[in-house]
């Protein structure tokens, strides 16, 4: 189970009844009271915005072993080395790969 936030799922209502419930605490530096609305606020919406979503995994193909994953990896960095620089010799080594 993998908990996501979804600001779409936020009811107006229920928020707005939150929000107002949320009291000013006596602090005791400048920053104290900025901290406490940030935690508060974000703790909020973490209630209305949090939705639990059903995430499955697959095993990997049988075919797809650790040195065909070196190899694509190598493969991309040449490829992104090439499109970074556009030099025929890059060119060449990601034609060769």
């Known amino acids: 189970m993998l908990q996501t936030s979804s600001l779409k799922n936020i009811q107006p209502e229920t928020l707005t009844f939150d929000l107002q419930l949320l009291r000013s605490v006596n602090c005791s530096s400048t920053m104290d009271p900025v901290d406490n609305y940030n935690n508060t606020l974000k ?35 040449i490829e992104r080395r090439y499109k970074a620089t556009g030099l025929t010799v890059h060119k060449l080594a990601y034609g060769e790969h």
């Open 43 to 77: 703790s909020t919406l973490d209630l209305h915005a949090l939705v639990n979503r059903t995430v499955t995994f697959c095993r990997s193909a049988a075919l797809y072993t650790v040195e065909l994953g070196q190899l694509q990896a190598a493969g991309r960095a």
